[in-house]
């Protein structure tokens, strides 16, 4: 699969972009990271396309580690016993995206579920920007896979929004 990733990284990138809003200067910068993230332990992902081969939507992530950006930032922000609980044998959920026309149609959440599945360790990690529980997809999906409040209102460095850093422990029940 990592392979898939970058030989796509183009349609990734462009899903990315359309999901998240972002200038293409910054998504020239995500481009390099994307295929970084995909060699690293305990790489998983999952696309979505459409029958003709459009890629719809797509998610990844990865066995998260000391070393690791956000790993270091969120591990900043915890206690020594949310440390314990959360970081210890985590499974990074990096991105989840789907594009926007094909939201709300249960991508999604077929993508989050079968990412969650391959995942390896006790509990998953994921960001997300604040936004208000009720309107917003992503949070709505979420909470419905029983994600809970780790950090709120965190700010990662260089970006001026508040995130929340949610979690749940794993396997996903079947």
């Given amino acids: ?51 003709d081969g459009h890629l719809v939507g797509f998610g990844y992530g990865y066995t998260s580690a000391g070393g690791q950006w956000w790993h270091d930032q969120v591990r900043g922000a915890l206690s ?24 709300g149609h249960g991508v999604g959440a077929r993508q989050l579920r079968a990412l969650l599945r391959m995942a390896t360790g006790a509990t998953t990690l994921l960001s997300t920007p604040e936004a208000d529980e009720w309107e917003s997809r992503a949070w709505r999906l979420y909470r419905r896979f029983e994600f809970v409040d780790v950090l709120r209102d965190f700010r990662f460095p260089g970006d001026e929004r508040a995130f929340a850093v949610l979690g749940r422990q794993l396997p996903l029940p079947t």
């Fill in 1 to 51: 699969m990592p392979d898939d990733l970058t030989r796509r990284l183009d349609d990734v990138v462009a899903v990315y972009g359309e999901a998240m809003g972002y200038r293409s200067e910054l998504l020239e910068a995500r481009r390099g990271y994307i295929a970084t993230h995909a060699r690293r332990p305990g790489f998983r992902a999952v696309a979505t396309l459409t029958r």
């Fill in 80 to 103: 020594e016993e949310a440390r314990k609980t959360w970081l210890t044998d985590c499974f990074e959920v990096v991105e989840l995206h789907v594009r926007p026309p094909a939201q």
